[in-house]
């Protein structure tokens, strides 16, 4: 089976060799919007570390122009920004970077700390993301009351989830 990511959507297609392979298909943001045909090749990104996937300036969220549905702005020109190429596809991807990055530089977040979040939402997805990448143990107390797949998904990225019953 082949896992084909195309902004941001996992699908399953079976290859007629049986052989596992990830395939990602990547657009130049830069080139967005510029009369590109759906039917030309952009190249493919292959990423060592989930942590290079978040933006930066270098590799800046990419934005497209809303051309059609602006027409009617004769003096405007309308962007939109596409989060979903965040590694969740959330902007919480870069909070969470981001406040583990601040804890670093200021000597909060060393080696061998354990994190600990209560959290149910995006920016939890991140941190245990960011955490797992870089080492840090991350424990997340967690309502039974969340969704099943949210918990696996923690679980998954490396969380060890504490579940704390609502009704105590």
């Known amino acids: 089976r082949a896992l084909v990511v195309v902004m941001g959507t996992i699908a399953a ?5 049986g052989d596992q392979k990830v395939i990602a298909k990547a657009i130049d943001p830069y080139e967005l919007g510029s009369g590109i045909s759906h039917g030309e090749t952009h190249s493919v990104r292959v990423y060592d570390n989930v942590l290079q996937l978040l933006s930066d300036e270098e590799n800046p969220t990419p934005l497209v122009r809303l051309q059609h549905v602006t027409k009617h702005l004769k003096h405007a020109k309308v962007y939109a920004k596409l989060e979903w190429y965040n590694p969740f596809g959330s902007i919480k991807d870069r909070v969470a970077a981001n406040l583990i ?23 939890g997805l991140g941190l245990v993301m960011v955490a ?26 490396g969380g060890k989830l504490i579940e704390l019953d609502d009704e105590l």
């Open 13 to 17: 297609d079976r290859l007629g060799s």
């Open 101 to 123: 990055n601040h804890s670093e530089q200021a000597g909060q977040l060393v080696p061998g700390t354990q994190m600990v979040e209560a959290t149910s939402g995006n920016t």
């Open 132 to 157: 797992n990448a870089k080492g840090y143990p991350l424990t997340v107390p967690i309502s039974t009351r969340v969704p099943a797949e949210k918990r696996n998904a923690l679980k998954f990225m």
